[in-house]
């Protein structure tokens, strides 16, 4: 590993939850308004990571009152609170650039039900991975 | 007291401040470099240090440089910099010059060999603007006139043609230092600079600026 890539090992966040395209998160981001300093949360589907190491950032897309809104977060800023996992979606592709088109049924994602993280350790949605009580059992893979 | 370091261009990447902000930065691995001769008033009629860094093996040396070197006798470096310094200034041949001379907030100005671009068009070397692409245009990216013809019957001096581009001396002004870190020989600046990864530049305090 050379010198540049430790010093953005060194910056990278370990403590948000895994997540890929097609999960609903909530996104609760630090804003500051003059003096003050506020959380506030966004909640969408992710649309695609953009990854780079410390540049990685990720597309969270929502409809709000008929207009679609997308939000560019980097996936390493300090600013991010925390992030809740609220749904695992089963998609099949790593960018969801068609929801942009799409509108109502269309527009669903399929919820994956029982989603095994790496190396068998299921991650419940909101909340950190935990190892499970019980060796991984190997039905639960779902099979693509 | 102003001073300068050379250093190698590690490459781009980003870091947040302390508002959060993503800030690019360039990555430069600066020194340690050593004194290999000081020059002064009496002898030079200036004073000025020329530093060396990037060890060399010494019979790779020619033997007018491995006499310089054995002056100094800390080696032999590949890469020579002259800086100007204060008369009073304590280094000596021999000393080491640490990353450290730069601090947080400091404005520098970073010089090197900008990337070697080979036989190039006049629009990438000058930014003209070439002609359209379809629709029966016959003129794409030609340079055009090049002036008129009885007269002056030559082309004038300097006219902007294809030719050799890049890989020349470039200095960037005026970057701030955003980060030192001196225990890894590392420093980072705001913006890009001049040069491809791994290059040698030279970075030294903002003449025009600040300090």
Redesign the interface.
Known sequence: MNLLQELEKAQLRTDLPPFKAGDTVRVYSRIKEGEKERVQYFEGIVIGFHRNAVSTTFKVRKESYGVGVEKTYPLHSPLLEKIVVKKRGDVRRAKLFFLREVSGKKARIREKKDWIGKKGIAVPVEGTPELPASPAPETAEPKE | MKSGIIGKK??M????DT??K?IPVT?I?AGPCIVVQRKTVQNDGYDAVQLGYGPKKAHRAGKPMIGHFRKAGKGAFGVLREVKVNTDSPLDAGAEVHVDIFKEGDVVDVTGDSKGRGFTGVIKRWNFKGGRATHGSMFHRAPGSIGASAWPSRVIKNMKMAGHYGDERVTTLNLKVVKVQPE?N?LLVRGAVPGARNSFVFVRHAVKKGN
């Open positions: 590690l490459g990447t980003q870091v947040f508002d959060g993503a990555v691995e890894k590392l």
